[in-house]
């Protein structure tokens, strides 16, 4: 199994990111988190749930379980593994996958002993990079996109009410989806089940390639379209980063808005 390089001579395929966090118009915390981890090619964004601030830790939880998860077996793979390989998948993916799982595990257990954390979870999508792939595992609806040769695309398939019912129904309007109550609630998050299976995508990089990963707070208010001309016109990754924020808030801000981008060089 092929892996990101993460030591030695530098790799010919350089990466440089850059994130942003913001509350949002309407809310005063924040329960996102995210881990910029360039040295190791890793980079996660979590939104997380849950009352008296419990989502703040089960989202800062998930970053911390899959980077220590992913720095440990990537530098020793031969130890033992918590949960079995998918000899079908990479070791990045591998990695991801197990990582989400470990990291659900150390969640619900917190949860199980403080009471006034009983409920909290947190959505995560993760992406590791190495010289040719790219792997991504995500479980809720926060989302990862490549932007290439001008064009978004939506990586990730969201684990949600409003997902299940379009590809049920791919003939509703946004109008139709709209009159339903229960349509932004997610059908999987870290959290949530004493299981959990995070979705893969594994795919191939290309020099020039950017990557956004993000919450909610972002996609849900603003189009793709928008985030593709956003993308497209601004200067350099801290600046995108802040007009994507400044996007969502301009749109109402109804959420925290969480995102990372990640360019491939």
Not at 75 to 101: E, F, H, M, T, V
């Amino acid at each position: 199994m092929s892996a990101p390089q993460l030591t030695g001579e530098p790799p010919a395929l350089t990466l440089a990111a850059a994130a942003l966090s913001h509350p949002g118009r309407q809310r005063t915390e924040n329960e996102d988190a995210f881990g910029n981890f360039v040295d190791a090619r890793l980079f996660v964004v979590a939104d997380g749930m849950g009352g008296h601030n419990a989502g703040e830790v089960a989202s800062a939880m998930a970053v911390d379980a899959i980077e220590s998860f992913f720095r440990s077996l990537h530098r020793d793979p031969n130890q033992p593994w918590p949960y079995p390989i998918d000899r079908s998948l990479s070791l990045a993916a591998n990695l991801l996958r197990n990582g989400i799982k470990v990291a659900n595990d150390e969640i619900r257990a917190a949860a199980a002993a403080d009471r006034a954390r009983t409920r909290m979870g947190t959505t995560v999508v993760a992406m590791a990079i190495g010289e040719e792939r790219l792997a991504v595992a995500h479980a809720g609806d926060s989302r990862a996109y490549r932007f290439r040769a001008g064009n978004v695309k939506r990586l990730t398939r969201d684990h949600s009410v409003a997902e299940e019912m379009r590809t049920a129904r791919p003939e509703m309007t946004d109008e139709e989806l709209a009159t339903f109550a229960h349509r932004n609630v997610v059908t999987r998050a870290l959290g949530s089940k004493d299981e959990i299976e995070p979705a893969i995508y594994v795919s191939r990089v290309q020099t020039g390639d950017l990557f956004l990963l993000c919450t909610d707070g972002l996609w849900s208010v603003v189009p793709d379209g928008k985030i593709a001309t956003v993308l497209r016109g601004a200067a350099d990754l801290p600046t995108a980063c802040q007009l994507l924020v400044d996007a969502a808030n301009e749109a109402g801000g109804p959420d925290n808005i969480t995102v990372l981008l990640v360019r491939a060089g």
